[in-house]
């Protein structure tokens, strides 16, 4: 369903015609001649409100600060006259999420209306996320890209099917958290997950350690020891970084994989296993001599890749949003402001870490302890004036460039600006256009 949308304007004119614009671009639009009249249908729960600025009986910040009171959180875009600019100032501060000066470029209009429409959506998302997370903190797959989307469908396909699988990623691109969520989603939900980390496996103990021993075995140990295959009966077994498993287990733990059954170290009894056997590896399995072919085929009734962060580039913000709010939390601060400049330059910068890398610098950033260079960004917490002014202007610049195509020339036009100065604040604020690039906008020298 398409975005509900208020609009709030006593020019009858106006209004009119702007309801015209927005609803002929898809949207679903509400009409209000007043401002009391908008905050008595917010019942209705819109998903974004465009607000004249200058009405009789209650302004646009008078309406703003009714809004805020009610904890109605809903974006508010405010329409200024020409040289409004003070007022509009004021109205940021009283939380709207950005303001047009009339008269406005019609295209100009709707782009802003589209970014505040996605910015209320991650937030929105950010919210559901750590509502899940609080619920089921081991399984929350963040992101709505098109590569996140992706991945958790076929997540949930394969948690409805009975089969071994192999998930394949680099490092701390969430491996384990996938195979967390195929096990919550699957029909082993209910037993348990056991994780064991191949890597640290000793060869001396890694029969014992997976298959146990009955009692006798050792003569130090007269009471028998349950591996984690037993452990994980009516579960999950997660095999981590399993192509470092010591080579001498691999034909015992394929005949395990074929007969679904094992027997302790020192035991004749063969116990029946129900185990579904997830293994993380950030090698292509299928290019090791040191590891088995057959053993590689039998574990990968299906397969897993795991998207890297720069697949998933527009889930950037959202992701270190997210962790940054979650530390903050954690240590009773306030949840910290990303602006718009900042979440332009995580989009960037290169994640060799992937998600443990952006959600390390998250926490720093919420912590005070980390800023990224050339963004502007803030200490976390309440914004100054001149925080609020300078993001306005990155994201108002962002906004105009959006509307001409990436165009440098006709954004300056449009800004008032000459190029020059234009292209200093886009360098300031980390500002660039990658797609659809128009010839004309080569820099003249």
Known sequence: MSAQIFIVDDDADHLSALADLVEA???????????????????????????????PEMDGIAFLTSLRGMKNTVPVVVLTGHGDVGHAVEA??????????????????????????????????????????????????????????????????????????????????????????????????????????????????????????????????TGGRIGKLEAAHGGTLMLDEVETMPMAIHAKLLRVLQERSFERMGDTVSQPLDVRVIATTKSNLRLLDAFRPDLFFRLAGAELSTPTLHEAGEDIPLIFTHYAQLAAR??????????????????????????????????????????????????????????????????????????????????????????RTLNDKMRRYGITWDQDRKPDDAETP
């Open 92 to 221: 940021m501060r009283a939380g709207a999420e950005d303001f047009l000066e009339k008269p406005y470029d019609s295209a100009h209009l709707l782009a802003v209306v589209r970014r505040a429409l996605e910015a209320q959506a991650a937030r929105r998302e950010v919210a559901r996320l750590q509502s899940a997370l609080a619920e089921r903190a081991d399984v929350s797959i963040l992101g709505k890209s098109r590569a996140m989307r992706d991945f958790r469908q076929r997540i949930a396909a394969l948690a409805s099917v009975d089969l071994d699988v192999v998930i394949t990623g680099e490092t701390g691109t969430g491996k384990e958290l996938a195979a967390r969520a195929i096990h919550a989603a699957s029909a082993w939900s209910d037993g348990p997950f056991v994780a064991l980390n191949c890597a640290v496996l000793p060869e001396n103990m890694a029969e014992t350690l997976l298959f146990g021993h009955g009692a006798g075995a050792f003569a130090h140990d």
């Open 25 to 55: 671009s898809g949207y679903r639009v509400e009409a209000f001649a007043s401002a009391g009249a908008a905050l008595n249908g917010m019942a209705a729960d819109p998903d974004l409100v465009i607000s004249d600025l200058r009405m």
């Open 330 to 419: 954690r240590y009773g601060r306030a949840d910290p402001d990303v602006p718009w400049a900042l979440s332009q330059k995580l989009k960037r910068q290169a994640w060799s870490g992937n998600v443990r890398e952006l959600k390390t610098s998250a926490e720093a950033f919420a912590l005070g302890l980390f800023e990224f260079e050339g963004t502007n960004a803030p200490a976390p917490g309440p914004m100054t004036l001149a925080d609020r002014v300078s993001e306005f202007e990155a994201r108002e610049i962002a906004v105009v460039l959006d509307a001409h195509g990436g165009n440098t020339l006709r954004a300056a036009e449009t800004l008032g600006l000459p190029r």
